[in-house]
């Protein structure tokens, strides 16, 4: 399997005194689910923007599928990347399948196959059909965040970017909407790279975890190696007690132990295997 995405000692700065990213590398493969983590003015959503060259980067290379990010057209470039951010940025005057199927329209597909792209779509995200004739102020928070991941879809991109979409929402909404991007990714295995700042959240989503700060990378990899195998000093400052607390998440153990969705551990037994490993939260925590 290839890299869908690539950073190669990237930089970005927007005056000398202020570096946003210093030698960013990075490399995801095709299918991952791979979520930002960090603290706010990191440098997490700069680097994400890089992608669909929302921003540029001064120094070093970007790959998108192997091909360099300066070869691609970008408004080609754009429209092929699915983007959901947290304000959403509904059309307030389209109704929800025409804001649904916006980038369709902008490749030329005719009103009839979007109609039926956009009614495919709110099903998919666990939408009534009937919301499909409404306007965006008809919605409510969750809703409005559905349809956002629905645009995101529509064109069936390889790659899909969220800069922490699901933030406006109240905290039942935001778990459900969890656990239905999961779920998707898991139906279409499209490339998925979400930011966050959210440690429960980013335990409850990513397959790997990148948790940045000061414009670095410190550590790569999984929820639980953040928490029992931290490389920095940063790391167990920014986790502290709530990065545990958050591996005890139903979602999250079943993510680090695939045995209790093959029915052969259960829960007791996953919360036993970080049991035995409780007696090094004391250092790790030091």
């Given at each position: 399997?290839?890299?869908?995405?690539?950073?190669?000692?990237?930089?970005?700065?927007?005056?000398?005194?202020?570096?946003?990213?210093?030698?960013?590398?990075?490399?995801?493969?095709?299918?991952?689910?791979?979520?930002?983590?960090?603290?706010?003015?990191?440098?997490?959503?700069?680097?994400?923007?890089?992608?669909?060259?929302?921003?540029?980067?001064?120094?070093?290379?970007?790959?998108?599928?192997?091909?360099?990010?300066?070869?691609?057209?970008?408004?080609?470039?754009?429209?092929?990347?699915?983007?959901?951010?947290?304000?959403?940025?509904?059309?307030?005057?389209?109704?929800?399948?025409?804001?649904?199927?916006?980038?369709?329209?902008?490749?030329?597909?005719d009103?009839?196959?979007?109609?039926?792209?956009?009614?495919?779509?709110?099903?998919?995200?666990?939408?009534k059909?009937?919301?499909?004739?409404?306007?965006?102020?008809q919605?409510?928070g969750?809703?409005?965040?559905?349809?956002?991941?629905?645009?995101?879809?529509?064109?069936?991109?390889?790659?899909?970017?969220m800069?922490?979409?699901?933030?406006?929402?109240d905290?039942?909404?935001?778990?459900?909407?969890?656990?239905?991007?999961?779920?998707i990714?898991?139906?279409?295995?499209?490339?998925?790279?979400?930011?966050?700042?959210?440690?429960?959240?980013?335990f409850?989503?990513?397959?790997?975890?990148?948790?940045?700060?000061?414009?670095?990378?410190?550590?790569?990899?999984?929820?639980?190696?953040?928490?029992?195998?931290?490389?920095?000093?940063?790391?167990?400052?920014?986790?502290?007690?709530?990065?545990?607390?958050?591996?005890?998440?139903?979602?999250?153990?079943?993510?680090?132990?695939?045995?209790?969705?093959q029915?052969?551990?259960?829960?007791?037994g996953?919360?036993?295997?970080?049991?035995?490993?409780r007696?090094?939260?004391?250092?790790?925590?030091?």
């Open positions: 399997m290839g890299y869908a995405i690539e950073f190669e000692h990237i930089s970005k700065s927007y005056t000398p005194e202020e570096v946003v990213l210093s030698d960013i590398n990075l490399a995801i493969e095709e299918g991952e689910l791979v979520v930002l983590l960090g603290q706010s003015g990191c440098g997490k959503t700069t680097l994400l923007k890089l992608v669909n060259k929302l921003l540029d980067f001064d120094t070093g290379y970007l790959r998108i599928h192997g091909k360099k990010l300066s070869d691609y057209n970008i408004e080609e470039l754009r429209r092929s990347i699915g983007y959901a951010i947290q304000q959403v940025g509904l059309f307030p005057h389209m109704r929800v399948w025409e804001n649904i199927s916006y980038v369709l329209k902008l490749q030329g597909v009103a009839e196959q979007r109609r039926e792209r956009a009614s495919q779509l709110v099903e998919l995200v666990d939408l059909q009937e919301l499909l004739m409404r306007y965006p102020r919605l409510s969750g809703q409005k965040q559905r349809v956002g991941v629905a645009r995101a879809l529509a064109a069936n991109p390889s790659i899909i970017l800069d922490e979409p699901f933030g406006a929402v905290e039942q909404t935001r778990t459900q909407l969890q656990d239905q991007l999961k779920n990714h898991r139906k279409l295995g499209q490339t998925i790279l979400f930011v966050t700042h959210d440690i429960h959240e980013a409850r989503l990513g397959t790997r975890i990148v948790l940045i700060h000061d414009g670095r990378i410190v550590q790569d990899g999984t929820a639980e190696d953040l928490v029992f195998r931290p490389q920095h000093p940063f790391v167990r400052s920014f986790l502290g007690k709530k990065g545990f607390s958050a591996l005890f998440d139903e979602a999250v153990l079943a993510a680090l132990y695939p045995l209790v969705l029915g052969e551990l259960d829960m007791q996953c919360l036993a295997l970080l049991g035995q490993k007696a090094r939260i004391e250092t790790t925590l030091a």
